[in-house]
């Protein structure tokens, strides 16, 4: 060191026009800074490349998640855009969700519901990781034959925990005694375990609460302290659903809903951007399921396939007609009359005198093909029918136009397909992953948080590929 300093103050002297030193040892000085430097630069860019090396390896194999900057608990926002099918996101401008896109992960070629295709079945699902023979919602409306009250289970008001089984990620995130936070996801006002639905994190369903207030509310509760704020916040908004009953996916009011949905996943983004906590929130945008046309040349009469099969299905028999069809005759019925009926109906809708009748099929509930999981709940009726895509199921046949849109139908049709566009701290940039169920969220959540969450239907494989 010293050596060199004394090297340095000569070389000053020389510059400073001093002559005194010997012209060979300034060369040999010169010579060994040259090689100072020379060693200084390798290292410094060697450094460097493997710097960028590096940064690059974090991006393309995900194998690490970045740390938290700001907060000090990690944060999930699960944002769900009800009936927003797979594709949507290219009917019209949508910079929000392609920021998040570029930001993060998502589902491609989007995310599988679960069987039926329906909005209380599927919300569920992603809440539990169950599918719903298991978490006990098989339906929008249904009635536990075990239940003495006979009383009906009806989406719109029906908190009864009674219906509701499994374990939803909220109650898991409070079970940890962290804190969750709900707007109007459904089966959150549910009181379950720990979860009290307390009006302080969660809110009663009320349709008229406009998109914005339901953000700002979100966003207020990221402004709480740290001990008060929730670690998973759910969030609903019914576009672009409510419309593509009545329009059909395709129509202009649907891009319009598209546009809508993307404003509000953009007051979020920005929200926490000028916060500048971005980084360091787990945004998720799920929606339940997808969509399809249907018009009134698409249906299926119930009195022209009992007169057709000449089997009688009485009205109580019938527990729901589309898009699920779920025939429940007396209990006392032996399973071999059972399988006579089906046998009948499915005879009767390959005769071509039911019209439009090959579209239908209709099985003993134990006989649906195993992958949609739609057997393991007495909720589950003995006898079901599936339509195929864009078919309805009427008890009569409508004598005007019946046009519009729906869902229901076999979870594995591109059609029915939903979304999960997710970034953040445990999300890798620009990342496609296979199409998976919507069970696995469950874990995906509960990862993130680093709890450990209740027996479920999602796979751990998946769960790494997710996130990283
Ligand atoms: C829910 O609403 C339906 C239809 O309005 C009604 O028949 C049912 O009793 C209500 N159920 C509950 C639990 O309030
Ligand atoms: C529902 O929300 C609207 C809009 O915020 C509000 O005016 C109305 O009072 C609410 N209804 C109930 C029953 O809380
Ligand atoms: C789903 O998970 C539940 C709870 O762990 C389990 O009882 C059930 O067998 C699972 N179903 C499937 C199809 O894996």
Redesign the pocket.
Known sequence: MKNDGGAVTDLKNERQGRTSIKASYTIYVGAVLFLVLAVAVVLLSVSLSSCHKSAMRVDSRSTVSHSLKILKQPLVILLSADGFRWGYQWKVATPNIDRLKRDGTEAYPGMLPVYPSITFPNHYSIATGLYPAWHGIILNSFRDPTDASR??F?M?????PKWWLGEPMWETVVNHGLKAATYFWPGSEVAKGKWTCPPAYCHRYNESVPFATRIDTVLSWVDLPEAQRPSLIAVYIEDPDAEAHTVGPDSPEISDAVTRVDAVLGRLLDGLERRKILQDVNVIMVSDHGFVGTCDTKIISLDELSAAANTKLPAEWIESVTPVLAIRPPARLAAKKLKRIVAALNAALASGKVANGKFLKVFVREELPARLHYSGSDRISPIIGMVAEGYKVVVKRPSGPDCGGAHGYDNTLASMRAVFFAAGPRFARGKQVEAFVNVEIYNVVTQILGIKGVANNGTRSLTKKIIR
Do not use: G
């Not at 719109?156 to 009864?160: A, E, L, S, V």
């Open positions: 009383k009906t009806f719109k008001n029906d908190t009864n």
